[in-house]
């Protein structure tokens, strides 16, 4: 029997815990998937957007703290952000000692994302400040636009945990936990935004508008940086690093297809359940599959070992 959503501002009905994590990445090849080097990319080219995008998350959320009547829902905010902010963290360090070592130009993979978020999203939008009736308003559409981020990054946290399965097949241990340890904790937070949204606004009309905007500029984030960090590959076929190349969506459908990574139609497909009326986080993850994962990652065992190492040496 489904159960039912908890009645109450705050719908988690489980504990969320900020988890430090450590990660050894001298080893770790570009092309972590060998069998589909594309996969690879487009799973990589998630650091450049996570960490900018979660960023913005944090800024986002800090800003409607003085706005949350409910205390639950007030700590569960503050809970997020601190998960939030250490995703972040371990995705720029990833960067920095990972991909960086391959010669990837990171600025110009940061570009588009930085934009986004630290412009046309900003308090001031592309520099203009805002007449104070709207200024609760754009809190309120930035809200939903990180509901509906977070709709897509529970989804692939749930298809990594139940589709990708990337150690079982061979493929390079440490980036496959940075990606399901962090699937996992998104599944665990995955009620959060959306909680926060409906206790600030909860208009269907202004989610099902988000959405429809979000879906097709996710969808297209996903598909240049894909491209331009499979153009930084030496190893990769020249035909196969632009958007105007078939083969490339080529490949990139038959990744989805072979379930390395979602392909192009399982961003729209998987946006559509957010225009539901009846929709809901609650229901689109299985909390006790991820905090299974959380609890066993090297990466959180590692942090954890070393923390008890301090307090000993302490």
Request: net charge neutral; glycine share 4%; charged share 20%.
């Given at each position: ?68 009547t409910d ?54 939008p592309l ?56 699937g996992a ?130």
């Amino acid at each position: 029997m489904m159960k039912a959503i908890p009645n109450r501002v705050s719908t988690a009905d489980w504990e969320m815990i900020p988890r430090q994590v450590q990660f050894a990445w001298e080893n770790s090849p570009l092309q972590w998937i060998p069998q589909d080097p594309i996969a690879s990319h487009n799973v990589n080219h998630f650091s450049f957007t996570l960490v900018r995008g979660e960023y913005f998350f944090c800024r986002i959320f800090n800003k409607a703290l003085p706005h949350i009547t409910d205390e639950q829902l007030k700590a569960d905010v503050k809970t997020f952000i601190r998960q939030e902010a250490i995703h972040s963290q371990a995705h720029k360090i990833s960067i920095e000692e990972y991909l960086q070592r391959y010669g990837v130009d990171v600025e110009n993979q940061y570009q588009r994302v930085v934009y986004l978020f630290d412009r046309l999203l900003a308090d001031q939008p592309l520099g203009r400040t805002l007449p104070k009736p709207l200024q609760k308003t754009w809190l309120d559409l930035r809200v939903g636009l990180v509901a509906a981020a977070e709709h897509f990054t529970c989804a692939l946290g749930q298809y990594v945990l139940t589709e990708a399965k990337w150690q079982e097949r061979g493929c390079d241990p440490v980036v496959s936990d940075l990606f399901v340890w962090h699937g996992a904790e998104e599944v665990e937070h995955r009620t959060v935004a959306y909680d926060l949204f409906q206790h600030l606004n909860g208009s269907y009309l202004m989610r099902a508008g988000i959405m429809l905007a979000t879906a097709p500029i996710f969808t297209y984030l996903m598909a240049a940086g894909t491209a331009q960090l499979a153009k930084a590959d030496p190893d990769m076929p020249r035909d196969m690093t632009s958007l105007k190349q078939l083969k490339f969506w080529k490949a990139w459908h038959r990744a989805g297809k072979n379930q390395y990574t979602p392909g192009p139609i399982w961003y729209f497909s998987t946006a559509l359940r957010f225009f539901k009326p009846s929709y809901h986080p609650y229901f689109e993850g299985s909390t006790e599959l991820a905090q299974a994962y959380i609890n066993q990652s090297p990466a959180v065992l590692a942090a954890q070992a070393m923390q008890q190492s301090t307090k000993l040496k302490s």
